[in-house]
Structure formats: C-alpha cells, structure tokens
C-alpha cells in the first residue's frame, strides 16, 4: 500500500460492499462519485465526466479572471455550463483520420460586467487557453503501474 508520505496526487478507492461508488482524496479534500444508479438509469451523483468537466469549467473561469485582472477588466462574475457529448452528424466523417474526435465538449460561457464587445470577444479566445483544456485537446498518455 502506497504511504502518505510517497502520495501526491489523487487517491480513489472502491470497496466491493459499494463497488459503484468511489471515494476520492485530493489534499485535505474528500468527494464521492456515485454510479450506483447506473443500472436502473437513475443519476445519484457526478459521474466521472462530471468531473472532468468540473476540472475544466473551474480552470477556464479562473483563467478568465486572472486575464481580466491583469488587463483592469470589469470583469464581475465568469460562468460556464459544460455539456459532454458524442458529435454523431461527424462521426464516421473521418473514420480513417486518426485525429478526428468523436467526443465533444461544449462551454457556454456566461461574463458579467461592463464589458466591451471587443473585451467580451477576447475573453471568449482566452477561455480556451486553460491548461486544463490544453491538456484535453493534446491527449493524454497515461501510464499504468501495478503495486507489488
């Protein structure tokens, strides 16, 4: 077992009494995802993508307000609705690209504040430069290592 002086990171765990809901550990915070529901279609808790969206809505207003900010931007108040979805009018489109998604995002943004058109216009390029959605848009390789 992974001491907590070697984490860094996350901590997730499932135990086989509840096997469909996760506990989740960043830092001092504790959150739960529960898929219990997922057999009778009913949603009793953030799903994964959930999360990932909540990852990605958070990065992009905090990236919104640190660039208002600096710029002395009347920027009162950044919100993001975010959907998760398949672009099925595409999807087989570019079957043989290997680059083309067939999962799409969409963030509806919401900016607060007497803004100008032009500023409104800008905040709206800046809000896709978040790390977090960065490192979406790259991919991700993600290494698999199993405890001896």
Known sequence: MISNEQEVGVRVSADSHAPMVANIEAGAQKMVLDESGVLTGAKIGPDPYDYILSALGACTVITLHMYAQRKGWPLQRAEVVLRHGRAHSKDCENCEDTLSKLTQVTKQLRLVGDLTPEQRKR????????????????GIHIVTELEE
Do not use: F, G, R, Y
């Not at 905040?123 to 960065?134: G, N, R």
């Open 123 to 138: 905040l709206k390029i800046i809000s896709a430069k978040c790390p977090v959605q960065k490192t979406l848009e790259a």
